[in-house]
């Protein structure tokens, strides 16, 4: 476990998350606390409930239950006693902690004039551990390079929740700004400036505005900041040359980032889809793809610990998005050929 | 000879107990001014700064004086140190170890602890609702305070001296 994490937690829980066997705490990825409910982790893709002494079973029936006072202290410990100073992440439904932990809180919602005011009587907490994975953005980096201008292409990465989009996006910028390009070609280029636009303070897990993540030595972080309002800022105060954000999907991003792809800067993004034909169906997305906005795609697989970087180029993408799409939604012409004599 | 010097004794012990008490009196409803004065900055901290309850609570030790400031620096300090208390917990077991030290009374006591429990609880209006609340308190508090001041300081202070006297002249 992270040296920050097990502050967090109050006896007994934080003694039992401490006797974890090694090999689910060294892959810890999730640990979810509900309370009256047992006590789970997720590690290495996998699950498994903890018991009493922090060994792992299958059947929850064993597993340890979480009581009410221990999920009083964590969320005070989470929201630093101020529950008040947090209520925008609340609507949001999660708090990020020191050293980039996200914590998914489940709870009643408190409606304002329809819309999700903040939360109350939170029971749920799911800790999303940040791991920084160095050397991960090796493998992927020389195949976005866009050698002719000496820089990387527009990359879209898309993954399901879980696979670690943010750690390789956090591993790129890293590369990118100390110029561990990875590529025969690129060794003179030297890093590049890159701007992080961190709205859910996850990539560089900002702490008093200083990255706790290494992020390389030409690296600007803009914190908190609404991703279409960062993204604007970045181009126009802080002259990045790569600019990185994470979970793209609302119509503003994508005009943010045509913006930003006009003013002459790289963009590194992140989305959630199980696959490209999903990067098509999401309709922010579609619009971005089928403008060729983005030069390359990066899908993250994970299947047990391994994870698996596939990257395809633009055209590659459309093409391969349409040919599987053709058996389903036939063109005219294809549809008149079937009925020809 | 030394009859006269236990009854000058006896007479000076007397009128300091006298003064004594009389100035727990006046300072009673100083210190709980300086309470109110202290929610009142509690209370823009949560609504303008929104800064962490430690470091506001921090913040108020600092605005007020000794010794009501160390019960806020204590709080602080418990709660910073981050060990898992609840703000209810330390709140509680801070003002009761604690204020014995003031010149204060149960029923301001009883305003703050009540504070305490909701304290960093629950979202900015409420918070500032509670924060009201209790300063609404304090200054009935304050009222009934310095009534019992204008009362009984100038008189605990002649019953001291009167007292010290009595017990001399029976003496003699």
């Given at each position: 476990m992270s040296p920050a994490l097990p502050d967090l937690f109050v006896q007994p829980l934080r003694g039992i998350l401490e006797r974890l066997p090694s090999h689910a705490a060294d892959t810890l990825e999730e640990i979810r606390i509900r309370e009256n409910r047992p006590l789970e982790i997720g590690y290495a893709g996998r699950h498994g409930f903890v018991d009493q002494d922090g060994a792992l079973t299958?059947?929850?029936?064993?597993a340890y239950m979480p009581g009410r006072e221990e999920c009083r202290a964590l969320l005070e410990r989470v929201t630093n006693h101020s529950l008040y100073a947090v209520e925008e992440e609340l609507r949001r439904g999660y708090v990020t902690v020191a050293g980039g932990h996200r914590i998914g809180l489940a709870g009643r919602a408190v409606l304002e004039r329809g819309a999700v005011a903040h939360l109350k009587d939170i029971a749920g907490f799911n800790v999303r551990i940040a791991r920084a994975r160095s050397g991960c953005a090796a493998a992927v980096l020389p195949g976005i390079l866009d050698l002719k201008a000496g820089t990387v292409k527009h990359t879209l990465i898309v993954s399901?929740?879980?696979?670690?989009k943010t750690t390789l996006l956090r591993d790129l910028v890293r590369s990118i700004s100390s110029g561990d390009w990875n590529h025969p070609a690129a060794i003179r280029w030297g890093g590049r400036k890159v701007g992080v636009v961190d709205e859910r303070s996850e990539i560089a897990a900002c702490e008093a505005g200083v990255p706790?993540?290494?992020?390389?030595?030409?690296c600007d972080v803009l914190d908190a900041c609404p991703k279409a309002e960062g993204i604007m800022m970045m181009v126009r105060s802080l002259s990045p040359e790569v600019v990185a954000v994470d979970e793209i999907g609302r119509p503003e991003d994508a005009d943010a980032l045509n913006e930003a792809l006009h003013a002459g800067v790289r963009v590194l993004a992140t989305a959630h889809a199980t696959s490209l034909a999903d990067v098509f169906a999401r309709p922010v997305l579609a619009r971005l793809a089928e403008d060729c906005v983005f030069g390359a795609y990066v899908i993250v697989s994970r299947s047990g610990g391994q994870v698996r970087y596939r990257i395809v180029a633009a055209e590659d993408a459309v093409r391969e998005v349409k040919a599987r799409s053709m058996p389903a939604i036939r063109s005219p012409a294809a549809q008149l050929e079937a009925q020809g004599p | 000879m030394m009859k006269l010097a236990g009854a000058l004794l006896v007479l000076f012990a007397g009128t300091m107990i006298g003064y004594l008490q009389a100035a727990r009196f006046a300072a009673r409803p100083r210190q709980i001014r300086q309470l109110t004065h202290a929610l009142q900055r509690l209370e823009t901290e949560i609504q303008y700064?929104?800064?962490?309850l430690p470091e506001a609570i921090g913040r108020l030790a600092a605005i007020v004086q000794p010794p009501v400031s160390a019960l806020f620096a204590e709080i602080s300090e418990t709660l910073s140190r981050a060990d898992g208390t609840t703000v209810r917990e330390c709140w509680d077991r801070t003002l009761r170890s604690g204020w014995s030290a003031t010149s204060m009374k149960k029923p301001e006591m009883e305003a703050m602890l009540r504070l305490g429990a909701t304290l960093?609880?629950?979202?900015r209006e409420d918070q500032i609702k509670h924060i009201r609340l209790a300063m609404h308190q304090l200054q009935a508090e304050e009222v009934s305070a310095r009534d019992e001041q204008h009362r009984y300081e100038k008189m605990s202070r002649s019953l001291g001296v009167l007292g010290a006297a009595l017990v001399v002249i029976i003496m003699l």
């Open positions: 299958a059947d929850y029936r064993k399901p929740p879980q696979q670690g706790t993540f290494d992020l390389g030595p030409r | 700064g929104q800064t962490p960093g609880g629950s979202g």
